[in-house]
């Protein structure tokens, strides 16, 4: 169930916090934005961003506390925000979570398709089909969800922009990784796909793709470790995400569809290392246990 996190108290947070802008992003004043999987990671770096640049966020989280949490920093910084609690693979919540946005705030002006699932992370002979399925449905099928709901109110509203959120792993492969990596690939293929048919209407459809970013905390030694093969020598923060977000959201953009941005310091530019695989080929299945 969609569950709106005590919308009476949001609801006031949204009339007493002032908008306020940084220059060069006047153009997403009073815009209203979903940011998907916002509780944590690239997501709440995104969202606080918007907010930072006079947004209205509507956070979105499959886990109340997160969605709170992040709405919190945003209010707390002098941003609008409200958290919404949906899963973005359940048409019904995904549904129901749009409708109430537009009753409660207005037409959907920017959309963040940041939700995803990696975890667990299980090579090709330890998987099934329900994990295959679960992968998918948050990854991909999330994005279909929102990206439909939403388009349709940009369109009867004269335009938006959606930005999905795609991975290296679109393109080049992750070991273990064959039911994440094959969502990041229809992902890439899907937002393409989606410019053609919502260009005429004016909704624009680009994704970003992040690098190795550090959104679980890493230790000194493993960020040195990840980072030493990247061309700019270290492992990206979420923050690092949040400049193309706003870019692609902005009138700068006016002119983009069907694009996907790389931010991963230049890993992707080089022949690919195996030091920033996150399974280690050690970790296999054995021969003996097949």
Known sequence: MVNWGGLEHWEQTLIESPSRTTTGYESLNDKLVVVTGAGNGIGRAIAQRFGSVGAVVVVNDIDQGD?????ETIVAAG???MPVVAD?????????????????????????????????MLH???????????????????HFLCCQQAARIMAKNGGGSIINMSSGGATQAHRSFTAYDAAKGGIEAFTRALALDLGPYNVRVNAL????????????????????DIPLGRVGDPFDMTGAALFLA????SYIT?????????????????????????????????
């Open 67 to 71: 969605a709170e949490a992040t709405a």
């Open 79 to 81: 941003g609008r925000a």
């Open 88 to 120: 973005v693979s359940d048409g019904e919540q995904v549904a129901i979570m749009f409708e109430n946005t537009t009753a409660a705030l207005g037409p959907v002006d920017v959309l963040v398709n940041n939700a995803g699932l990696i975890d667990p």
């Open 124 to 142: 090709f002979f330890e998987a099934d089909e329900a994990w295959w399925r679960r992968i998918l449905d948050v990854n991909l099928t999330g």
């Open 209 to 228: 793709m992040p690098g190795s970013i550090d959104t679980s905390g890493l230790t000194t030694e493993e960020r040195a470790h990840q980072g030493e």
């Open 250 to 253: 902005s009138d700068d953009a």
């Open 258 to 290: 069907g694009d996907v941005i790389k931010i991963d310091g230049g890993m992707l530019a080089q022949q690919r290392s195996a030091t920033v695989d996150i399974v280690d080929l050690a970790g296999f299945p054995k021969l003996a246990d097949l």
